[in-house]
């Protein structure tokens, strides 16, 4: 099953002074072991402001497979730009279907 067009909840634990939850749309799942999600708002992190967040899960030997059962993965998550290689370190925390 692809997640593509899925909409998403990230809960933010870390940087531990995190306010909100994020929200976005499922852009494109690479092969099980990374997303990318189009932000319902644009984020700023210290090098750049985006819209566009890459999602990797956070252990190893973990995919995004438990998404499609309603389970939460936890990620570490970098802002990143349409067709370029900058990218910008903002968080960790666990996705799950919206």
Not at 19 to 39: A, M, Y
Not at 73 to 98: A, K, M, P, Q
């Amino acid at each position: 099953m692809s997640l593509k067009g899925q909409t998403i909840r990230i809960i933010v634990s870390e940087p531990w002074d995190w306010k909100e939850n994020l929200f976005g749309t499922i852009l494109s799942d690479r092969g099980g072991d990374k997303l990318l999600v189009k932000l319902t708002k644009p984020l700023t992190g210290k090098k750049m402001t985006s819209d566009l967040l890459e999602l990797r899960p956070r252990y190893e030997k973990t995919t995004f497979k438990p998404l499609s059962q309603y389970y939460s993965v936890t990620v570490g998550g970098v802002l990143v730009r349409e067709n370029s290689d900058d990218f910008d370190y903002i968080i960790i925390g666990s996705v799950t279907l919206d």
